[in-house]
């Protein structure tokens, strides 16, 4: 069998990576306990979510968490489909999953979710989870569901019939009690778990208020090394922490790919070392060599071996020369390897006031692989990509050595390229922002405000007039004029779409932030202008408050007339 298969983690404690992520997600699939297995009475229910809520919120009718959706995000390869499979099973459920990429219609949510979910609607919950937790067939198989929708930000957007927008109607239809004889659908009453990659998805927009969101981030490479040496002694593998470094390293922290090429290793041998790991076809099928490791070729000769053939000619040179060309071309990453050559050769054994020859012609070198990477890009002159290898090579003569001195990856220029694609996230996730908010409020003041009008010029403004300096006491006693401020506020809130939504921090602290999250514009590395007051909790709270009266009276009205 495959290791990927024989190692995957099947119990919570077996999972890799951040714990918070861990339970942040079983702590969401723990809150659908009072709905799928005490079996108690919507009545009971209501009045027990009643008293673990803030007493101004309405609880859920049947006992279901705030967010009937959990979201993760994150690259692929992280494990995100492992823990939503392990979670579940620790958590009493039986799986079903569903690859939204493959079944993008609605239809598959109408058919397959719904059906799957509906089936076991009827189950008493202490007898399908409490009890269901033995470890018989018959009694696993009357476990509730719960659904895992794969890769849903690869589903087709567009049109009221598909697989999001049936899957957002399947989960806010029924949220309220029914009445008797009506034809009102019946609620979602059980969990549904969504994995993407792509969190900012234009087809996911109408999916997020409506999710929790989990994001995934990769886990430590000491973390990867753990378990792998974990395996390696369980498959009776000889290895060292820092040839297993090497292998996290060119499998760019991807488990599955470390996995196979350990596979690979064992069929052949019993020692993984670097060079068992260069000579994997696996493994340079998947990652091909680092950018480190052709940095090192460069600054360090080989160890020469007395006696050896050729020990004291020009073929053991010549061989390692053809071994550097192949390892840059399989490696593809030209500019993190220019940098990296320009950034070590001063460090270099032998540079010295004598050695300025060797660095004028190495500064030629760099020259003319700029010239070549301009021709690439501009010209598309792809013919000239089989000479690119060559600029790196002549490094080697005249800068290495085998006196061990440690070779660094470049940092400037790539801090700069990885502050940049931590903006450019930035920039998308704001965008989605200002988008949200653009499209909620009234067409008076679209007309005034378009483009990036809005984020320059109305949400700045509109930030300080939502955080006004109010007192936290009851509505009905406040003074005249802040009765008038508050009355405002609330009026500017409702025409803007705009209100709080309660959050809790990973320390379980509860606060209030703006829904949408406008004030994103206003604070830079985490602080707030001077002349924008603090969101107080008892503050929002009382804002909140005011601005869902109108809605509540409407509600009201209506439940009266009919």
């Known amino acids: 069998s495959l290791w990927t298969d024989r190692y995957r983690p099947k119990r919570f404690i077996d999972l890799l990576g951040d714990e918070r992520v861990h339970r942040s997600a079983l702590l969401w699939l723990k809150e659908w306990d009072m709905c799928v297995f005490r079996g108690t009475s919507k009545a009971n229910a209501a009045a027990e979510m009643k008293r673990d809520r803030l007493a101004w919120q309405a609880p859920d009718p049947w006992g279901r968490p705030q967010e009937k959706v959990l979201l993760l995000s994150g690259p692929p390869g992280l494990g995100k489909t492992t823990l939503a499979h392990v979670v579940a099973r620790q958590a009493g459920y039986q799986v079903l999953e569903i690859n939204a990429s493959d079944d993008r219609t609605g239809r598959v949510v109408e058919e397959r979710i719904r059906n799957a979910l509906d ?107 753990k378990r792998l040496r974990t395996i390696c002694e369980s498959e009776e593998l000889t290895t060292e922490n820092k040839h297993l470094s090497l292998l996290v390293e060119v499998a760019e922290g991807d488990l599955r790919s470390c996995l196979n090429t350990l596979q690979f290793i064992k069929r052949n041998g019993s020692t993984v070392d670097a060079e068992a790991i260069r000579s994997s076809a696996l493994g340079q099928k998947d990652t091909g060599t680092s950018s480190s ?21 020009v073929g053991v040179d010549e061989r390692y020369v053809a071994r550097i060309v192949r390892d840059v071309q399989t490696s ?13 050769y001063l460090t270099a054994s032998g540079t010295n006031a004598e ?56 940092k400037t220029d790539y801090e700069a390229s990885h502050f940049a694609r931590v903006m450019y996230l930035h920039r998308q996730a704001h965008q989605e922002v200002a988008d949200a908010f653009a499209g909620s409020i009234p067409q008076n003041l679209k007309a005034l405000f378009t483009g990036t009008n809005v984020v320059t010029e109305l949400l700045p403004l509109l930030n300080r007039v939502v955080a006004p300096d109010l007192k936290p006491v009851n509505s009905q006693i406040v003074k005249t004029d802040e009765k008038a401020r508050l009355t405002r506020l609330v009026n500017t809130m409702i025409t803007t779409s705009l209100t709080f939504a309660l959050d809790k921090s990973e320390d379980g602290q509860l606060s209030y932030k703006l829904d949408p999250p406008i004030d994103v514009f206003v604070h830079f590395d985490g602080k707030r202008a001077s002349d924008i007051a603090p969101g107080r909790f008892a503050v929002r709270q009382m804002i909140l408050r005011e601005v869902r009266f109108p809605a509540f009276l409407l509600s009201f009205d209506a439940r009266v007339l009919t």
């Open 355 to 410: 050695a300025l020859p060797r660095i004028v012609d190495a500064l030629d070198w760099i020259w003319l692989y700029d010239q070549l990477d301009h021709r690439l890009r501009s010209e598309r002159e792809y013919e000239l990509l089989a000479y690119v290898p060559f600029a790196f090579v002549a490094w080697y003569p005249l800068f290495s050595s085998q006196v061990p001195n440690p070779v660094e990856l470049p």
């Open 119 to 225: 089936s076991q609607a009827l189950t008493t919950g202490a007898a399908s989870g409490r009890k269901g937790k033995a470890k018989s067939h018959e009694e696993g198989r009357n476990r509730p569901t719960c659904v895992i929708v794969d890769e849903i930000d690869g589903a087709a957007a567009g049109g009221e019939s598909s697989f999001v927008k049936t899957l957002v109607k399947l989960i806010t239809e029924g949220s309220t009690l029914r009445k008797p004889g009506s034809n009102q659908a019946r609620p979602l009453l059980r969990p549904i778990i969504c994995i993407c990659n792509d969190l900012y998805a234009p087809v996911l927009r109408p999916l997020r208020p409506l999710a929790k969101i989990v994001r995934f981030t990769p886990p430590t490479s000491a973390m990867l090394v």
């Open 293 to 313: 490791q052709v940095l090192n070729r460069i600054f360090k000769k080989p160890p020469r071996k007395r006696g050896a053939p050729g020990a004291s000619g």
């Open 332 to 344: 593809g990453e030209y500019e993190k390897i220019s940098q990296g050559c320009f950034e070590n």
